[in-house]
């Protein structure tokens, strides 16, 4: 029997049922599909892992930008003040979800050299456990930047960083020489030809941020290969992407396949809710009352964007439609025990009104959903890939380009269609996050744009040179004397 680990419950008869009996030789020598979707069935479900859950990858990309804060409410979040931190760009090597954030990607990585260890003569496995890789590493190069490059070569327990520049190469190589040995049917929930592509894309769009130099003739080219494939289309109801069965989704390329009880850890609604929101979906367990969107983020929406359905917003109700009310409402809170999500947030902290701010909205909440959704959580979509296009056009010239990509996108939403005059970057950025919200694509296009180190609300100015890279954390420098610290920490 292999020793292979999984943790999506689907696929544990697939691998009794298969590889009972069956050595690496004979899996180099099959033609049988299954062999090779049971083998990196391990590397997924690493992928898929904690992605969607607090106080990891997701939640310091989402937290440090001013889509959304997690504001104190007393004791209730203080946390050790990380996420007030977090959101000030006052954090520090030792915060505990830039470990989990490093964790949970060289975990992944660390399986997929394994497995490529153990099958090296298996080229459709290979090629797609490289590119799968290569994914992880782009999260990396954009979090991290200068960090370990540890392949199924490496040796040694103590790695050492690599520069962006190297990450870079790393990560492109990896995707050009295994991108054509990838399927070109239309999967989402593994990769194919068209995801290597959107990795591409969104490598060569942060290229003059990785590298210092642009590539934006690259990342349109790549853009255009989903594009032109004819395999994906924008869905009508933009909020079918992203419901609890979005299997089915034509816009959606690659998605994290979750499931509330073969795959879990995609926890939003205890993340976002108000505790008495339990009652408005029947969920199985209370909510947390954490995450809000920023007031000046969500007054970035038209009311006639219907993007703008993304945030849970005023008066709540349980599900018979009785009116929801907190017990427990602050004196101070203007609209008193009645429970209403507002805009405005009194304060981060320390005393945060317990139902300030509105909440994300953007997926589907199942009535009687567990702590974990079973959405499929999209990667890499359709919307994106165009306003990738768009956006490359645009920063080379080519005003008539970008136009028709990127009011494809805006017209989906209702909205009236750019102009040469209207489109700028700047509203292109502003774009970019009515589309993308809760999709942990803020931060790095306010990198891209420019915007990372201006002031918001209940944040200074900070240093955009320092900061648009997260330390390395500092539970990693203990352990590997090997490693550098990024500059400025």
């Given amino acids: 029997m292999l020793p292979l680990v999984f943790a999506m419950g689907a696929c544990q008869e697939l691998e009794q049922d298969v590889l009972d009996g069956v050595t690496a030789e004979d899996i180099a020598k099959s033609t049988n599909p299954n062999l090779i979707n049971v083998l990196k069935a391990s590397a997924y479900a690493r992928i898929v892992g904690s992605w969607g859950g607090h106080n990891s990858i997701w939640s310091i990309q989402e937290v440090s930008s001013d889509e959304m804060a997690i504001p104190q409410k007393g004791a209730d979040w203080e946390d050790g003040g990380q996420w007030l ?29 394994n497995l490529l260890v153990q099958y090296p003569n298996v080229p459709a496995l290979n090629a797609e456990l490289k590119v799968l890789r290569a994914l992880v590493y782009l999260w990396l190069i954009d979090s991290f930047g200068n960090v370990p490059i540890i392949d ?74 989903i594009i032109n494939s004819g395999k994906y289309s924008l ?44 009652a408005t979906y029947n969920l199985q367990a209370q909510p947390w009352n954490g995450y809000a969107s920023l007031e000046e983020f969500y007054n970035t929406f038209d009311n006639a964007d219907a993007r703008k359905k993304s945030f849970l917003v005023g008066p709540q109700f349980a599900a018979d439609g009785t009116r929801l009310k907190d017990i427990s409402a602050e004196a101070g809170d203007p609209d008193g025990q009645a429970l209403t999500f507002t805009p405005a947030i009194n304060m981060l902290a320390p005393n945060a009104f317990r139902q300030a701010g509105v909440r994300v909205g953007k997926f589907e909440f199942a009535s ?80 891209r744009f420019g915007k990372w180190g201006q002031p918001w609300w209940e944040k200074s100015a900070s240093n955009a040179t320092v900061r648009s890279l997260f330390p390395i954390p500092q539970n990693q420098l203990n352990a590997n004397p090997a490693l550098k610290q990024n500059p400025g920490y």
């Fill in 368 to 447: 009687g959903a567990g702590p974990s959704l079973s959405n499929d959580y999209p990667l890499f979509r359709l919307g994106e890939i165009i306003l990738t296009k768009g956006e490359a056009a645009l920063r080379q010239g080519k005003t008539s380009v970008a136009l028709a990509a990127v009011n494809q996108v805006r017209t989906r939403a209702g909205m009236p269609a750019y102009t040469s005059t209207t489109l700028t970057l700047d509203e292109l950025y502003n774009e970019r996050g009515r589309e993308m919200f809760a999709e942990a694509s803020r931060r790095t296009d306010a990198i």
């Fill in 85 to 113: 931190r977090m959101h000030r760009h006052t954090w520090n090597a030792s915060e505990e979800s830039f470990n989990n954030s490093w964790a949970y990607c060289y975990s992944a990585v660390g399986e997929i050299n």
């Fill in 235 to 278: 869905s009508s109801n933009f909020f079918s992407n992203f419901s609890e069965r979005n299997g089915g989704s034509t816009e959606n390329i690659l998605t994290l396949p979750y499931d509330e009880n073969n795959a879990g850890g995609f926890n939003l609604p205890q993340m976002t809710l108000h505790y008495s929101s339990q």
């Fill in 152 to 225: 199924e070569t490496s040796t040694g327990a103590s790695p050492t960083n690599k520069s962006r520049a190297e990450v870079f190469a790393f990560i492109e190589k990896s995707i050009k020489d295994n991108a054509n040995l990838l399927s070109k049917d239309a999967s989402k929930s593994t990769l194919n030809y068209y995801s290597a592509h959107a990795i591409l894309a969104k490598l060569y769009l942060n290229a003059q941020v990785y590298t210092g130099t642009a590539r934006w003739a690259d990342a349109e080219a790549a853009a255009d290969v």
